[in-house]
């Protein structure tokens, strides 16, 4: 639900999470989880995986392994493309 007077980030979702990076000033190391991107980010949790999956075939997550938290693997730089 959007509230009026907010603006709506129509960017692909793993552009926005890519934004968690600087967002959250992360290193290399623990990533948040999908339940709670998906909170965050009012999405599905299936939606923030798939998302989750290009960060990782983009190199900068570790791959996703169940009952293992995703960890950071390398930070995006700012020309870096995460469409697909």
Request: zero cysteines.
């Amino acid at each position: 639900m959007v509230r009026p007077g907010q603006a709506v980030d129509r960017r692909p979702l793993s552009q926005r999470l890519a934004d968690v990076f600087a967002d959250d000033d992360l290193s290399v190391g623990p990533f948040p989880s999908t339940t709670e991107l998906s909170s965050r980010f009012g999405v599905s949790r299936p939606t923030v995986s798939k998302a989750l999956d290009k960060l990782e075939s983009a190199g900068l997550l570790s791959e996703a392994r169940q009952g293992k938290q995703r960890t950071v693997r390398a930070l995006p730089t700012r020309t870096e493309s995460l469409e697909s």
